[in-house]
């Protein structure tokens, strides 16, 4: 059975919808399987209508999907309302931050597929949104995935560079599945519960020192960076990722894991066209890409 039969009928639940990866994946499925039942776009947003919007002004309106448009005509919003819904939530909250119990029984009951596309892709984000988003965020997607019937496969989009920077001399880097808490440094011992204990405790010594919002900010952006270097990751997006695909292994239980692991992702190669690309730019020496950093 090939990708287009295997996904004909099929309901999907794509989380980051508003991601880079994720338009791309969203325009692929529906220009290849338009006989595909359902798409449900996760937008990070406080209610459905805003969700909406955003999808709307984000994904469907831009420039990704001008073949598609055209292919449709009058017919493509009619085509999209169709096949797609959008939900409000947020995946660093328990149950992905949906309060909607009818979307989240809709859920339960009908999907095949969860797309977790969802992250946080700046280096040196806070440690505390980082850790909310990359490693909280694939264990509420899979608890969720743990309670829909019909689930096919859960597919978690992490990033090569969890493996950490290559050793001198060695090039090769095996993609093995990380073991629960396991540290690239052998000098220290990676507990993610103590991880998110600490993280807490820093939250807290913060507020009691009435520190402001900006050097609460750098505060937790140096603190993340000190835990990754600490265990032997270059950043604080490499760390939470990797904690992140820790909790989904040792977590899946019976639900079929799929932990793929790109590079770095500049444009679209051929289809939807050649050298679609968003959101890039120079600055003090590095390329920036979407929302993730590449030193030159």
Same mark, same amino acid.
């Given at each position: 059975m090939n990708s287009q039969d295997f996904l004909k009928g099929k309901t999907i639940l794509? =989380?980051?919808? @508003?991601?880079?990866?994720? !338009?791309?994946? $969203?325009e692929k499925i529906l220009s290849i399987q338009p006989e595909i !039942?359902?798409?449900y776009l996760l937008v990070r947003a406080?209610? =459905?209508?805003?969700?909406?919007?955003?999808?709307?002004?984000?994904?469907?309106?831009?420039? #990704?999907?001008?073949? &598609?448009?055209? !292919?449709?005509?009058?017919?493509?919003s009619s085509f999209i309302s169709k096949k797609v819904v959008a939900i409000?939530?947020? $995946?660093?909250?328990? /149950? #992905?931050?949906?309060?909607?119990? /009818? +979307?989240?029984?809709?859920?339960?009951?009908? +999907?095949?597929? &969860?797309?977790h596309f969802a992250a946080s892709t700046k280096f040196d984000e806070r440690f505390?949104?980082?850790?909310?988003? /990359? =490693?909280?965020?694939?264990? %509420?997607?899979?608890?969720?995935?743990? /309670?829909?019937?019909?689930?096919?496969?859960?597919? %978690? +989009?992490? @990033?090569?560079?969890?493996?950490?920077?290559?050793?001198?001399?060695? =090039?090769? &880097?095996?993609?093995t599945p990380f073991k629960m808490d396991q540290s690239l440094k052998g000098t220290s011992k990676l507990d993610i519960h103590t991880e998110m204990n600490l993280l807490e405790r820093k939250l807290i010594e913060l507020k009691v020192m009435n520190a402001d919002e900006n050097t609460t900010k750098w505060a937790m952006k140096d603190y993340g960076m000190g835990r990754a270097n600490l265990h032997g990751w270059p950043n604080t997006y490499t760390f939470t990722k990797a904690m992140g695909e820790m909790l989904l292994v040792h977590h899946k239980d019976d639900v079929p894991l799929i932990i793929i692991r790109p590079t770095m992702v500049t444009s679209t190669s051929k289809d939807p066209f050649p050298g679609w690309i968003e959101g890039l730019r120079t600055r003090r020496g590095r390329l920036e890409i979407g929302k993730a950093t590449y030193k030159r």
């Open positions: 794509v =989380t980051g919808a @508003t991601g880079f990866l994720a !338009k791309v994946f $969203v !039942k359902k798409l406080s209610k =459905t209508d805003l969700a909406e919007h955003r999808l709307q002004n984000e994904v469907f309106e831009i420039d #990704l999907f001008r073949v &598609l448009r055209a !292919k449709w005509g009058e017919k493509f409000a939530g947020d $995946v660093a909250v328990e /149950n #992905l931050g949906i309060k909607d119990q /009818n +979307i989240l029984n809709e859920i339960f009951e009908e +999907i095949d597929l &969860l797309v505390d949104i980082s850790m909310g988003v /990359n =490693t909280k965020g694939p264990l %509420h997607a899979m608890n969720i995935a743990k /309670n829909c019937k019909r689930i096919k496969a859960f597919l %978690h +989009i992490s @990033t090569a560079y969890v493996c950490g920077d290559a050793k001198e001399g060695h =090039t090769l &880097l095996r993609e």
